[in-house]
């Protein structure tokens, strides 16, 4: 199968409250307005920043218009050693996506960032439950064909911006997905939400 009937595969590892819809909408509505046929489904967590969730995005590079009225079928869940482009928004949801196979170095492009918010099952050990963010990177450096790992949330903090606008900035710049700069921030603008505060968030990532 040529690339460009290959459906690109992407997926964002979030905690619940993080935003991590909204990225997705913000690339599924990008993909939608450049013609490209996109399907995205979720696998729900718990809200309140105590359960993971996770997006999953299939886009086919062929515009609807080249398909001459053929309808392409999209998967609706991600597949081990498929995926173009792992995002996740915390060093444990990189972890996760890495155990399961979804980063692998001949294909992902892996970017994340390295703070941690502590999982309950971290919490509720009696001693020092904290898994080792070092081995998650060391790891994520080792399996990704291009990672890009940095603490994104304290970038954030000190711009006063979102943690997912910075990702769609950083989405952008790392040139997986088939779109220029300003079709990402269409799709920020059509969304309607704090749009200039998330306009400087994808600048800042970008």
């Avoid at 995205?40 to 886009?59: D, F, K, L, N």
């Avoid at 291009?146 to 950083?170: E, Y």
Wanted: charged content about 20%.
């Amino acid at each position: 199968m040529s690339d460009d009937q290959r459906p690109i595969c992407l997926i964002i590892g979030a905690l619940g409250g993080e935003g991590g819809g909204v990225l997705a909408d913000w690339v599924t509505e990008a993909a939608a307005a450049e013609g490209f046929p996109v399907q995205r489904t979720s696998v729900p967590g718990v809200a309140q920043r105590t359960g993971a969730t996770t997006y999953y995005i299939e886009i086919l590079p062929t515009k609807w218009e080249d398909l001459a009225g053929r309808e392409p079928v999209l998967a609706l869940f991600p597949n081990p050693g498929t995926l173009d482009l792992v995002v996740a928004t915390e060093i444990l949801e990189a972890g996760r996506a890495m155990e399961r196979g979804f980063v692998t170095p001949d294909r992902t492009t892996l970017i994340a960032s390295t703070h941690r918010i502590f999982a309950i099952a971290e919490k509720s050990v009696p001693s020092d439950g904290r898994y080792d963010s070092d081995r998650i990177v060391d790891a994520a450096k080792e399996l990704a064909r291009q990672p890009i790992l940095f603490d994104i949330a304290a970038l954030t903090r000190h711009h006063g911006v979102s943690l997912n606008a910075a990702l769609l900035g950083m989405i952008a710049a790392s040139g997986v997905l088939p779109f220029a700069e300003n079709v990402y921030r269409d799709a920020v603008r059509r969304a309607g939400k704090a749009v200039d505060n998330n306009l400087r968030g994808f600048d800042i990532g970008l």
